[in-house]
């Protein structure tokens, strides 16, 4: 199912042209919003974090991606120099570091999902930064991409320089260089940056750090009001090289200094539990209840999870909670992959641009469990990837989402690797639910609200616990 309709804005330079430019081959003219092109942009994308990549579904994805970026030719020509209404000065040539500006304004404008621009011509705002904007040197080069993107007021659209790309993509294929922890929101605030669960071995572990124990600065900048992908981006770093954290701790306060380490990381645990209170539920239930947790959705987090499904059902289990708290995303098709092992058909998503619904992707008959009842706990790091996989089973009746409203990002970002090495983050389209919900800056809303999830770890063993005691929460319907 596609219905995409481009607008190319060939006019945007301010002319009174009608909505058309000249093909590059001939005199004739096109029109760009109904163009068709198949053949693929001109400078490299790579699809990754948060996003559209090959997979099992990888030709779909890809080309999902290759109708967000294709222009026509004319167009393509008019995006990158402006050969209608834009040109250098006679005396003053295109330096080296205007190409690389020109090349990351390119990749926003051939795939950015607001053809508005937030309201903005793209086109003039291009021609203002050359001839006004400093880039003599790399860094005031990146300072002028990463000014011009923040017009957009799109904080997932975003600059990254090479060292932070390198950093994703060594998180996306299953390890990052970082102090080894998980971080969140505590329950009930939105402010207090908390350590969910540090990485076992990891430095964070080693210098003492445990779950609860507020972060109230990094490297002496509060956390106040970051976001968690802003605190992870200062966690994170070169390898050897030292962040400083301010953490409060059962009253006391103390500074570390840690060292950055390449960390392994673990999407997927899992644990099976024994007896659970009867108030857990549901009420027809009986028999093995397991926990698994997905902490992440990376390249290792699709298997990972397949094998445990698998594991647990031949183990005999009757139940499953699906813990995806904290989770603030990753890989988009990940995602999409585990609601397929707990949905046997239906929708599990629905891309769209800013025209409407341009795709959409179903369960594909091949579950490895459809019919054990299902709860999915999330909270306010709920987020991304980890809200498609819970949209997906909410809508389609096959789980009872428990916990608090998500963080509410349905936007899905492509990766454009720029020539120096650095890279482009670009919203390129926005997800919506099975029953065609926009959940983005609104989150997903639980069936059962838990108060204090704080009363329910992520290590599995301790988590089965709880739902052994007196204090156990309903988690089904």
């Known amino acids: 199912m596609t219905r995409l309709t481009w607008h190319c804005r060939c006019d945007a330079f301010g002319t009174a042209r009608p909505r058309r430019c000249v093909n590059a081959r001939s005199t004739r003219h096109v029109h760009c919003n109904s163009f068709r092109s198949r053949s693929p942009p001109s400078y490299r994308a790579t699809p990754s974090d948060l996003t559209l990549i090959r997979g099992s579904d990888g030709n779909k994805f890809a080309g999902i991606l290759q109708h967000l970026l294709s222009l026509s030719a004319s167009c393509a020509l008019a995006a990158a120099i402006g050969l209608h209404s834009f040109a250098a000065p006679p005396a003053q040539a295109i330096t080296t570091e205007q190409l690389l500006f020109l090349e990351a304004w390119r990749a926003v404008d051939r795939a950015y999902v607001d053809k508005t621009f937030n309201n903005q011509s793209w086109f003039k705002l291009r021609e203002q930064y050359l001839k006004n904007e400093p880039m003599h040197d790399r860094n005031e080069t990146y300072t002028a991409i990463s000014k011009s993107i923040k017009t957009l007021n799109d904080p997932f659209t975003r600059l990254l320089e090479p060292s932070r790309y390198s950093a994703l993509k060594r998180g996306n294929q299953g390890s990052v260089i970082g102090v080894g922890l998980e971080v969140g929101f505590r329950e009930g605030t939105d402010s207090q940056l908390v350590v969910v669960t540090p990485a076992p071995g990891g430095p964070a572990e080693k210098a003492g750090l445990k779950s609860g124990d507020v972060i109230v600065s990094i490297d002496g900048k509060p956390t106040n009001g970051l976001s968690l992908y802003d605190a992870g981006d200062m966690l994170q770093g070169a390898e050897g090289s030292q962040v400083t954290l301010d953490v409060a701790s059962d009253s006391q306060s103390s500074v570390l200094k840690l060292t950055r380490e390449r960390i392994a990381l673990k999407p997927v645990s899992f ?96 579950s490895i469990d459809s019919k054990a009842p299902v709860a999915v706990l999330v909270n306010k790091g709920t987020a991304s990837a980890s809200e498609v996989m819970a949209g997906a089973l909410q809508d389609n009746k096959r789980a009872t989402i428990a916990g608090e409203t998500t963080f509410g990002k349905g936007l899905i970002q492509t990766i454009v690797e720029l020539s120096d090495g650095s890279a482009v983050s670009v919203t390129v389209a926005r997800y919506q639910t099975p029953a065609g919900t926009d959940i983005n800056k609104v989150g997903i809303k639980p069936d059962i609200v838990l108060e204090d999830q704080a009363l329910l770890p992520t290590d599995g063993p301790k988590f089965c616990k709880v739902l052994a005691s007196g204090s156990a929460p309903k988690l089904f319907l």
């Open 271 to 366: 644990q099976m539990c024994g007896p659970v209170s009867d108030v857990v539920g549901p009420a027809a239930a009986s028999g093995k209840l397991a926990y698994v947790r997905v902490a992440t959705f990376n390249k290792q987090t699709t298997e990972s999870a397949k094998a445990a499904f698998r594991r647990l059902k031949a183990d005999g289990a009757s139940r499953y909670i699906l813990d995806v708290r904290n989770n603030g995303g990753g890989l988009f098709p990940a995602g999409v992959e585990l609601a397929r092992m707990l949905i046997e058909s239906g929708d599990i998503v629905l891309i769209a641009d800013s025209q409407g619904v341009m795709d959409s992707y179903e369960a594909t008959g091949t």
